[in-house]
C-alpha cells in the first residue's frame, strides 16, 4: 500500500503530540508532509528532526499554505480554538480529508463546513472521543434514531457546588480520566466540553438536538452510542486513550494494532456506571442545547465567550463559576445572525471577544 500522507496542524499541543507517537508506530503507513507547531520551536525542532516533514512552520502564517498542499491526502487538525476554522475549509475546498480534533470548527462554523466537505466529496473523520464512537457505530445513519453521547463528568462530578464555584486552577486541570489540553480540561470541569460535543454532533451526524442525548459515565470506557429505530443500541469501547480515536482518524477506513497496548477485558473493568446529569450544577449544557437550537452565529458567541472565560480563569483573574455567567450574559446580549457567512462569523467572534474581555475586566471577587 502507498504511504498516505498526512500534515498535522498543532503538532506540540496535546492531540499532536499523540498523533506523532501513533505515526511513529505505523511508520511504513505515513508520509509526513509537513508539521505546524503553536509556539513551541523546541518541540517542533525535535519532531522535524525525527519524522523529517517536508516542512514546518509556526504559528498561524503557514496554516494556509500546508491546507492548499494538495500533496497532502489528510490533514489533522489538532489546534484548539478557532485557528482551526479556516486551515479546514482550504483543505476541504483542496479535496484533502480532515481527520478533525478541533471541535470550535464545527461550533463555530458547521454547517458551512459540512455543505462543503459534501461539495468537495471530503471525508471528515471526527478524532473527538465521542464523535470518534459514533462514527464506528453508524452504518446506515437512516436507521438510527438517537445518538447518545457520554460525559466523564470531570472532577466535580460528585463534588458540591461550593467546592465547584471556589475551586482552583489546579482542581479544574486535575482531570480524573483523560490527559488533554488545558482549554479542554477546564471544559470538562464546566461540562461546557459536553455542550460544544452536541453541538458537533449535530453538525457531523446531522441529527436534532432533541434526538442528541448526553448520559454521565464516569469510567469513560463507553465512549458513545447509537439508538437503532429498532431499539437496538451499539455502542463503542475501549480503554480512556486519545491514542485510538486518533489512529482511527488518520488511518479510517483501514485499521492497524499500531499503538494498542493491551487487550480490552471486561473482567478487569468489572463495572460501567451511568447517570443523568445534572443541568442545574452544570448549566452550561442546557446553554450549550439552547444555543445549538438557535443557530446562527448563537454557538459562535457562545464558544467566544466561554473560550475568553476559560483562559481569564487559568490566567487567575476570574472564578471558575464566572466563565459560566460571562457566557450566559454574552449569549443573551448576543443578536444573532442567521446563515451567517464565514466573514460574519470571524466578525462576531471578534466582537464577542472583545466584550468578553470588557466584562472580564470587570469581575470582583
Ligand atoms: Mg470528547
Known amino acids: 500500500m502507498e504511504k498516505r500522507k498526512i500534515s498535522i496542524i498543532g503538532s506540540t499541543g496535546s492531540i499532536g503530540t499523540q498523533a506523532l507517537e501513533v505515526i511513529d508506530k505505523l511508520r511504513d503507513k505515513f508520509e509526513i508532509i509537513a508539521l505546524a507547531g503553536g509556539h513551541n520551536v523546541e518541540l517542533l525542532n525535535r519532531q522535524a528532526e525525527k519524522f523529517k ?6 504559528g498561524e502564517e503557514g496554516l494556509e499554505r500546508i491546507c492548499s498542499d494538495k500533496d497532502n491526502d489528510i490533514i489533522l487538525v ?3 480554538g478557532k485557528i482551526g476554522l479556516k486551515p479546514t475549509l482550504t483543505a476541504i475546498k483542496n479535496g484533502i480529508d480532515i ?6 470548527t464545527l461550533v463555530m462554523a458547521g454547517d458551512i463546513v459540512m455543505a462543503e466537505a459534501k ?5 471528515i473523520v471526527p478524532v473527538d472521543s465521542e464523535h470518534c464512537a459514533i462514527h464506528q457505530c453508524i452504518k446506515n445513519v437512516n436507521q438510527v434514531d438517537k445518538l447518545i453521547i457520554t460525559a466523564s463528568g470531570g472532577p466535580f462530578l460528585h463534588k458540591s457546588v461550593e467546592e465547584m464555584k471556589n475551586s482552583t486552577v489546579e482542581e479544574a ?3 480524573p480520566r483523560w490527559n488533554m489540553g488545558k482549554k479542554i480540561t477546564v471544559d470538562s470541569a464546566t461540562l461546557m466540553n459536553k455542550g460544544l460535543e452536541v453541538i458537533e454532533a449535530h ?3 446531522g441529527f436534532d438536538y432533541d434526538d442528541i442525548e448526553v448520559v454521565v459515565h464516569p469510567q469513560s470506557i463507553v ?3 447509537i439508538e437503532y429505530k429498532d431499539g437496538s443500541v451499539i455502542a463503542q469501547l475501549g480503554l480512556p486513550s486519545m491514542h485510538i480515536p486518533i489512529q482511527y482518524a488518520i488511518t479510517y477506513p483501514e485499521r492497524y494494532e499500531g499503538i494498542k497496548s493491551k487487550s480490552f477485558s471486561f473482567a478487569e473493568i468489572a463495572r460501567l456506571d451511568f447517570e443523568k446529569p445534572d443541568f442545574e450544577k452544570f448549566p452550561t449544557v442546557k446553554l450549550a442545547y439552547e444555543m445549538g437550537k438557535t443557530g446562527g452565529t448563537a454557538t459562535v458567541c457562545m464558544n467566544a465567550a466561554n473560550e475568553e472565560a476559560v483562559f481569564a480563569f487559568l490566567n487567575g483573574k476570574i472564578k471558575l463559576y464566572n466563565i459560566y455567567e460571562i457566557t450566559k450574559k454574552m449569549c443573551d446580549e448576543h443578536k444573532v445572525i442567521q446563515n451567517p457567512s464565514i466573514d460574519e462569523i470571524f466578525e462576531t467572534d471578534k466582537e464577542i471577544r472583545i466584550k468578553s474581555q470588557e466584562v472580564i475586566s470587570n469581575v470582583r471577587f
Do not use: I
Open 223 to 225: 465512549h458513545s452510542a
Open 203 to 205: 453538525h457531523l451526524f
Open 99 to 104: 481527520a478533525l480534533a478541533n471541535k470550535e
Open 53 to 58: 516533514p517536508k516542512y514546518t512552520c509556526l
Open 119 to 123: 461539495k468537495y466529496g471530503v471525508n
Open 173 to 175: 486541570l486535575a482531570h
Open 78 to 80: 489538532a489546534c484548539s
